[in-house]
């Protein structure tokens, strides 16, 4: 099946890519500038694509992201530090984003003839971003047949929508991910702060999935006070 993985260069994106990459399945990569805060992690998946060997397509929507105003990620609003299930990481929502880059992804795909979309949406998302929850894939995968009906059969997969973050480390590791090689953070720093949601989320993964965690973080220790606090 050939398979275009929406890649953000982040951990859960880049440790699909490398699992469709194992399986033989991998056809690309897509990522999309929307003018996020932390867009260095562009890089981190232009470089998977080197290193698996697929096409890589950037894909430049700044002038969509920029009206999307109002999330912590595409504006001033400042990224909230803490554990990523708590209501302050809201504040990183943007508005219809992954209904807006899958529709375009399912246009590349069907445009280049190929057979499914991937995206990394995961169970620890369902609380914060409701285009990441089952419910959302389901309708999405309908609407796009419908779409494409008499044109392209494309097919969305979502493995990881209903697995933990730990699942994904654990899935990551089994198809030698280079954990190190990928980008979290949404305050987009030279490191990993450590002290933001999707750090404090990265660090207790790999905590719980039993893997040694290789990331450079500024605050490393904090997400220990984050969990806990979260489980209080």
């Avoid at 894909?59 to 803490?82: N, Y």
């Avoid at 980008?183 to 719980?208: D, I, M, N, P, Q």
């Amino acid at each position: 099946m050939k398979t275009l993985v929406v890649c953000s260069g982040g951990l859960d994106s880049v440790s699909l890519a490398q699992k469709y990459a194992g399986e033989g399945d991998l056809a690309a990569l897509v990522t999309f500038d929307y003018g996020q805060r932390h867009k260095r992690e562009i890089d981190f998946a232009r470089e998977a694509a080197t290193r698996l060997a697929v096409p890589f397509h950037l894909l430049d929507i700044g002038p969509i992201g920029a009206v999307l105003s109002g999330s912590a990620l595409t504006g001033d609003v400042a990224v909230p530090d803490g554990h990523y299930a708590e209501e302050t990481m809201k504040a990183t929502v943007v508005p219809n984003r992954n209904a807006i880059l899958l529709t375009v992804a399912f246009g590349l795909a069907a445009a280049h003839d190929l057979d499914a979309v991937a995206v990394a949406v995961h169970g620890g998302d369902h609380f914060i971003y409701p285009d990441c929850r089952p419910d959302f894939i389901d309708a999405f995968r309908h609407m796009q047949a419908k779409a494409l009906e008499g044109y392209a059969s494309v097919n969305l997969l979502a493995p990881f929508v209903h697995r933990t973050k730990a699942d994904i480390v654990r899935e990551g590791a089994r198809y030698g991910t280079p954990f190190e090689r990928t980008w979290s953070c949404y305050k987009g720093g030279e490191v990993h702060c450590g002290r933001c949601g999707t750090c404090v989320e990265r660090r207790e993964a790999f905590h719980l999935a039993g893997v040694e965690d290789p990331t450079r973080y500024e605050d490393p220790d904090f997400w220990q006070a984050a969990v806990a606090s979260r489980a209080g």
